[in-house]
């Protein structure tokens, strides 16, 4: 079983906060990189943010920086999305995915590995 499992979602009004959780398994290398991804209703799957197993590098969206923050917990293969200051707009499926291709890259196409995603519903 290789592919992560994410848990955290739910509803929260505008302004307050949600961490999800991820636990990856399987093999995982220092230089594995852990990512977020988000989707909402008729859009396509947009990079959030990522970091590397060993913590030497991470990565933000612009619309998501500053409010959002990633950790790892390595003792336990976990790894968390911190989230702040939510807007309606940020009202999508969050995916937590795994890619053994450095440096950290922004496409989707370069995540091998998929959890099944969490719904976090923002409202107004």
């Known amino acids: 079983q290789v592919q992560p499992v994410e848990s955290g979602g739910g509803l929260v009004q505008a302004g307050g906060s949600l961490r999800l959780s991820c636990t990856a398994s399987?093999?995982?290398?220092?230089?594995?990189?852990m990512g977020w991804f988000r989707q909402a209703p008729g859009k396509e799957r947009e990079f959030v943010a990522a970091t590397r197993w060993d913590g030497s590098s991470t990565y933000y969206a612009e619309s998501v920086k500053g409010r959002f923050a990633i950790s790892r917990d390595n003792a336990k293969n976990m790894f968390y999305l911190q989230m702040h200051s939510l807007k309606p707009e940020d009202t999508a499926v969050y995916y937590c995915?795994?890619?053994?291709?450095?440096?950290?890259?922004?496409?989707?196409?370069?995540?091998?590995?998929w959890g099944q995603g969490t719904q976090v519903t923002v409202s107004s």
């Open positions: 995915a795994r890619s053994d291709i450095n440096p950290i890259g922004t496409s989707p196409a370069r995540y091998h590995y």
């Open positions: 399987g093999l995982i290398f220092s230089s594995s990189i």
